[in-house]
């Protein structure tokens, strides 16, 4: 990308704990005159989550202040959300109303009579996977019939802002970004909304759910991974915040005011969760069976870091502690441990890993290796006609529980069923973005 004559010298690119520190004294939304001149502000689009960085806006967490143009940004400045660099962004601009119609016009509607003996495709999930599946279909082909079945409403979030919204002061009603209706609607595809899928019959090429049966002449798997809970934390008794819903109905619970919560685990999602509920003005007791958080990570690059950060926040780390039970005492809750220490709490959040059901794969017998194992190029399950991206697959045995991925996997997915040259998939080793904004760490 070329800079403008006018633009003013791009700040040196320094390590990002540079440009956090700078960040914190920062004026919010601080406006930078000097780059404004003449010409409007831009939004670049990031190409692997769909993150918009908006120059008016800046992206103030990672210490972009509003105004910073694109060509300002520093090279080691990553998508907040999925946390690729800035050279998978680009430029974006927001289709006209009269564009968006033209498009519309374009599209033959999908159910018609000259497609009614087509199964077509059914996606089973409703997260990211299952609707960037959807759009890569579509993007592939404007007739193809798409059904898409969805355990809930299937509204349309970016999952990584649960663990940060409360420090943006984000209302839980403020995530969903398009209504899984209205997604359906742009992309001409058939929701079957608060739909369970039970049972693939391969041999019939059929789907079973709690609302009938669907054909498919391609099936995808993309319900991703549920929250795992050790015996000792009954589901009944704790949080478990791997999508919207759950999120929105601990912050009604939490309410306004000041509460005590225990977290149990202290991996990525325990530690962006525990710091996140910190800075909303909770009262944070973090819990974990190792001595640090982040205990994946080498120590001094994660764990020891974090502790430092937190020091000022009202979290409380208690490492090296195995949870033994938790139990309802009037309208609040003890976690007790196996040394026999307790903990008092308002709210409980379990953050104990990531592990995909089972049920749906066995019952089409795919093959199995931690996850749905799929082919590590084609994305294609043991089983014909069956492919599985995003969250509830893995690849030699390795899942990848993270959003860059997704958008590729779908296209490597759509140019498979569509007939399109070969898209193979390429296996990236994970950069991590601990999203923990009062010190936020990029683990290898
Ligand atoms: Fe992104």
Same mark, same amino acid.
């Given at each position: 990308m070329s800079t403008p004559a006018h633009a003013p010298a791009s700040p040196s690119p320094g390590p990002l704990s540079h440009i956090y520190g700078e960040v914190r004294d920062l004026p919010l939304a601080a406006p930078v005159a000097a780059v404004a001149v003449g010409q409007p502000f831009r939004q670049y689009i990031c190409d692997a989550c769909g993150y918009i960085y908006d120059e008016a806006l800046?992206?103030?967490d990672s210490g972009l202040a509003a105004g910073t143009r694109f060509e300002d940004i520093?090279?080691? +400045?990553?998508?907040?959300?999925? $946390?690729?660099?800035?050279?998978?962004?680009?430029?974006?601009?927001?289709?006209?109303?009269?564009?968006?119609r033209a498009q519309a016009s374009q599209?033959?509607?999908? +159910?018609?009579?000259?497609? /009614?003996?087509?199964?077509?495709?059914?996606?089973?999930?409703?997260g990211r996977a299952g609707w960037q599946m959807a759009e890569a279909l579509r993007a592939a082909d404007a007739a193809l019939p798409i059904t898409l079945v969805s355990a809930c409403a299937a509204d349309v979030y970016d999952k990584p802002l649960l663990s940060i919204a409360m420090a943006r002061q984000m209302a839980p009603d403020k995530l969903v970004k398009e209504s899984g209706a209205d997604a359906a609607r742009r992309l001409n595809v058939r929701l079957l909304a608060h739909t369970d899928a039970v049972r693939i019959c391969a041999d019939t090429r059929t789907l079973r759910t709690t609302r009938g049966s669907l054909r498919y002449d391609h099936l995808v798997l993309a319900h991703g991974?549920? =929250?795992?809970?050790?015996?000792?934390?009954? =589901?009944?008794?704790c949080w478990r915040i791997n999508h919207l819903g759950a999120y929105q109905r601990l912050r009604a619970a939490l309410g306004d005011s000041a509460k005590d919560v225990v977290i149990v685990g202290a991996g990525l999602i325990?530690?962006?969760?525990?710091?996140?509920?910190a800075l909303g003005g909770h009262r944070v007791t973090?819990?974990?069976?190792? =001595?640090?958080?982040? =205990? /994946?990570?080498?120590?001094?690059?994660? $764990?020891?870091?974090?502790?430092?950060? +937190?020091?000022?926040?009202?979290?409380?780390?208690?490492? $090296?502690?195995?949870v033994s039970g938790v139990e309802r005492i009037g309208t609040r809750y003890r976690v007790s441990t196996a040394c026999g220490q307790r903990f008092a709490a308002d709210q409980v959040i379990a953050a104990t890993g990531l592990a995909t059901a089972p /049920?749906?794969?066995?019952?089409a017998g795919l093959a199995w290796n931690h996850g749905i194992a799929v082919d590590a190029a084609s994305l294609r399950t043991s089983v014909e006609r069956i492919h599985a991206l995003g969250d509830c697959i893995t690849i030699n045995g390795q899942a990848s529980r993270f959003i860059e991925p997704i958008a590729r996997q779908a296209r490597t997915v759509a140019a498979a069923i569509c007939g399109q040259e070969p898209v193979p998939y390429q296996l990236k080793p994970a950069v991590v973005r601990v999203k923990t904004t009062t010190h936020p760490l990029t683990l290898h």
């Open positions: 800046g992206d103030v520093p090279d080691d +400045w990553y998508c907040p959300l999925c $946390g690729v660099t800035k050279s998978d962004f680009e430029l974006f601009e927001a289709p006209s109303i009269e564009a968006l599209h033959a509607p999908v +159910w018609n009579a000259a497609t /009614r003996h087509q199964a077509g495709v059914v996606i089973v999930g409703g991974a549920q =929250a795992t809970l050790p015996a000792a934390l009954p =589901a009944a008794l325990g530690s962006e969760l525990a710091n996140d509920l973090l819990l974990d069976v190792a =001595a640090q958080p982040l =205990a /994946r990570w080498p120590t001094d690059e994660a $764990g020891q870091p974090l502790l430092t950060a +937190w020091e000022d926040l009202p979290i409380l780390f208690k490492g $090296g502690v195995q /049920r749906l794969a066995q019952s």
